[in-house]
Nanobody
Framework: QVNLVESGGGSVQAGGSLRLSCAVSWYSVTDTCMGWFRQTPGKEREEVARIVPGSTTTYADSVKGRFTASKDNAKNILNLQMNSLKPEDTAMYYC????????????WGQGTQVTVSS
């Protein structure tokens, strides 16, 4: 059974850092296109970062230079290091398994809340 479990969310002051993790079962993060998304109430879910086999990563303009997505292949975990956090980064963050060819994500995690106070 495919399972994605996020952890590492919490509350932090602006300028602080958090590291999110997504433990994946049934899929190898090494061979899978994966992404991080976030959503705030009343808004559509937006893609934050995408990482593909070979570890090429792309980021939303709003997080470039502050967020870094990475894979721990040995532990089969997807990470998102978030630095210089801003209040506008406050959201529920989700990891997802993607279709490398595009389209809607295939599987979602349950999400982890990140709250950044000014």
């Amino acid at each position: 059974q495919v399972n994605l479990v996020e952890s590492g969310g919490g509350s932090v002051q602006a300028g602080g850092s958090l590291r999110l993790s997504c433990a994946v079962s049934w899929y190898s993060v090494t061979d899978t296109c994966m992404g991080w998304f976030r959503q705030t109430p009343g808004k559509e879910r937006e893609e934050v970062a995408r990482i593909v086999p070979g570890s090429t990563t792309t980021y939303a303009d709003s997080v470039k230079g502050r967020f870094t997505a990475s894979k721990d292949n040995a532990k089969n975990i997807l990470n998102l290091q978030m630095n210089s956090l801003k209040p506008e980064d406050t959201a529920m963050y989700y990891c997802a398994i993607l279709f490398c060819s595009g389209g809607s994500p295939r599987y979602w995690g349950q999400g982890t809340q990140v709250t950044v106070s000014s």
